[in-house]
């Protein structure tokens, strides 16, 4: 997170006190392509960026026969927990499926014995010469007639039938503006003002989701923040909470780490001539003041 020793938040309140002065009519009156316009008015809002960062967890099951030393391998191991890996591939046991001890069915035809890998079962080998001319057919020297050890259950006749998930995890980043619905036509304009939530100074962290258990606690609205330092959020801490609760029940997401962040920004009205001008001035990352017409 940025740790400046310049807030924001100060940068944003001199703008707007500069808006007010008029300081800006002729940059809007510029950039708008009029001959002239006069600040009217302004409003002081903000929108909460909801920023997640997780993994999209991909995984299919099958039943398998396994060894007793590969079950109690499977059955210790685990995948990495999200906090170690958000990329990760690996096999669990599926804890939910049955477990069967089972007599193996790969070495049915000769108890202990099963195809050799090798030769995949045939008892001889296809010898190669060195020049590559001539090839030769020797016995495999690692099996009788294509008998070898049985490769599931180790020789011992005994499996144990269980479901094993295989299970491909990808790293995911989601990065959501919520703004208050009275201004929600300004999305395109802010979206793109932080591009990482990294780049998001730590004064504008907001604690969307202690709120909530502050209000349930004194019987109010979840959700019911309506200001973040005089710039009106309106309704957006409602929608910002229930788009937080359901990345947090995302089927296949697992999630790491879910901030929220406010993003304050000023709406102003300027006459002209023609028809009025609305104007969007907010800070961006490098905590330079951008205005942008609408
Ligand atoms: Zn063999
Ligand atoms: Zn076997």
Not at 39 to 48: C, F, K, N, P, S
Not at 114 to 133: D, E, F, K, M
Not at 224 to 243: K, Q
């Amino acid at each position: 997170m940025t740790q400046s020793s310049t807030s924001l938040l100060e940068i944003l309140e001199r703008s707007r006190a500069a808006l007010a002065t008029g300081a800006l009519d002729e940059d809007v009156a510029q950039s708008a392509g009029v001959g002239a316009a006069r600040y009217v008015a302004q409003e002081r809002w903000a929108g909460i960026i909801v920023a997640a960062q997780g993994a999209n967890e991909q995984g299919w099951s099958r039943r398998e026969e396994l060894s007793s030393e590969l079950y109690e391998k499977l059955a210790a191991s685990h995948g990495p927990p999200i906090s170690e890996a958000l990329a990760a591939s690996f096999r669990e046991l599926d804890t939910s499926q049955p477990v069967q001890p089972t007599t193996c069915t790969n070495c049915r035809i000769r108890p202990g014995f099963g195809p050799c890998p090798r030769c995949s079962g045939v008892g001889v080998l296809l010898v190669q010469s060195p020049t590559g001319n001539t090839s030769s057919v020797d016995d495999c020297p690692e099996c009788e007639d294509g008998f070898a050890t049985c490769t599931v259950c180790g020789g011992s006749t005994r499996t144990i039938s269980a479901t094993v998930r295989y299970v491909n995890r990808t790293p995911l980043a989601a990065q959501h503006l919520v703004l208050p619905n009275a201004v929600a036509d300004l999305a395109g304009t802010l979206r793109g003002a932080f591009s990482a939530p990294g780049e998001i100074p730590a004064e504008l962290a907001i604690e969307l989701e202690a709120d909530e258990s502050a209000t349930a606690y004194r019987g109010a609205q979840p959700g019911a923040m309506t200001d973040f330092r005089g710039y009106s959020l309106g309704d957006a801490a409602r929608r910002a909470l229930g788009f937080a609760r359901r990345v947090r029940v995302a089927p296949n997401f697992l999630l790491r780490d879910l901030r929220t962040f406010a993003m304050p920004f000023i709406t102003a009205a300027f006459s002209t001539s023609g028809s009025p001008v609305r104007i969007v001035m907010f800070v961006d990352t490098t905590l330079t003041p951008r205005f942008v017409r609408q």
